[in-house]
T-cell receptor
């Protein structure tokens, strides 16, 4: 399995709370991604980063924000969680330079907002 | 925009048998990559196999092989000698070969059950 980690794996939280989902990779990859996956559904890209101090919004609009201060770290933050944010969040990373840009995925964080 | 369609929400195969998972995609691009990812229950998503669109030869990885039909925009996955550990969600994904974003577009997935 790839060296990409996500914490927490499961999170149950009340509406209005601020949460940060952590993602770290030890492969030295420049590119990192956040996907949202609802049960039984495809993954949708919500954020990505080319490298340090680079962040872009993905195809699916999200109220979350991300930061990339260090190469290995790509946290996702929700300032005020709502039940509509309940989902699984997957982090991924890839090495820059085609065709080797296979994305490696973390184990995911399952978020439940009550 | 590219789309990826997996028309089989669930499939079942007996251990040691062969199963084929279907995937079609829509794109106006000529150069791209196609992937099959496997997501076991509560475990990490891992890459199963990758196909470059400019290669006519179908990719193979041990018991996994693809049937890539570029003109038909079809990319099916064949699993031979199925094992219990093959049970998982399988996602087909598309990535453009142009640009630097490397964004993946996923299908809705096929849940594969492996029975004894």
């Amino acid at each position: 399995e790839a060296d990409i980690y996500q914490t927490p794996r499961y999170l149950v939280i009340g509406t209005g709370k601020k949460i940060t989902l952590e993602c770290s990779q030890t492969m030295g990859h420049d590119k990192m991604y956040w996907y949202q996956q609802d049960p039984g559904m495809e993954l949708h890209l919500i954020h990505y980063s080319y490298g340090v101090n680079s962040t872009e919004k993905g195809d699916l609009s999200s109220e979350s924000t991300v930061s990339r201060i260090r190469t290995e770290h790509f946290p996702l933050t929700l300032e005020s969680a709502r039940p509509s944010h309940t989902s699984q969040y997957l982090c991924a990373s890839s090495e820059y330079g085609q065709p080797k840009e296979t994305q490696y995925f973390g184990p995911g964080t399952r978020l439940l907002v009550l | 925009a590219q789309t990826v369609t997996q028309s089989q929400p669930e499939m079942s195969v007996q251990e040691a048998e062969t199963v084929t998972l279907s995937c079609t995609y829509d794109t106006s691009e000529s150069d791209y990559y196609l992937f099959w990812y496997k997501q076991p229950p509560s475990r990490q998503m891992i890459l199963v196999i990758r196909q470059e669109a400019y290669k006519q030869q179908n990719a193979t990885e041990n018991r996994f092989s693809v049937n890539f039909q570029k003109a038909a925009k079809s990319f099916s996955l064949k699993i031979s000698d199925s094992q219990l550990g093959d049970a998982a969600m399988y996602f087909c994904a598309y990535r453009s070969a142009t640009g630097t974003a490397s964004k993946l577009t996923f299908g809705t997935g096929t849940r594969l059950q492996v029975t004894l």
